[in-house]
Nanobody, 122 residues
Framework: QGQLAESGGGLVQAGGSLRLSCAASGRTFGGYNMGWFRQAPGKERQFVALISWNNRTTTYADSVKGRFTISRGSAGNTVYLQMNSLKPEDTGVYYC???????????????WGQGTQVTVSS
């Protein structure tokens, strides 16, 4: 049974940066695509960024392109999200997820972390 645990969230002013981490345990996720999603209060969980199992491909939501960067450790069991030029609309709970299919849909991901809160003040 695999588990994911996010860390690195916090309160930051607009224009600032944060780096989120997601550590996997209980099984290897080297063959899984890894994604970051976020959920703002009262809204559905939305796709943010995705990286392929072999680190060769990434994709981002239009709202974060050019500001966020997803990466993963060489062993494949740690995923990062570097967030720069943060905006108040980036506020939400950020979740990492692991799945077999290349997809931006939450339904395609079997493994989820508990989430980490990111709050961007104006």
């Amino acid at each position: 049974q695999g588990q994911l645990a996010e860390s690195g969230g916090g309160l930051v002013q607009a224009g600032g940066s944060l780096r989120l981490s997601c550590a996997a345990s209980g099984r290897t996720f080297g063959g899984y695509n890894m994604g970051w999603f976020r959920q703002a209060p009262g809204k559905e969980r939305q796709f943010v960024a995705l990286i392929s199992w072999n680190n060769r491909t990434t994709t981002y939501a239009d709202s974060v392109k050019g500001r966020f960067t997803i990466s993963r450790g060489s062993a494949g069991n740690t995923v990062y999200l570097q967030m720069n030029s943060l905006k108040p609309e980036d506020t939400g709970v950020y979740y990492c997820a692991a799945g077999i299919r290349w997809s931006t849909s939450t339904g395609e991901y079997k493994y989820w972390g508990q989430g980490t809160q990111v709050t961007v003040s104006s």
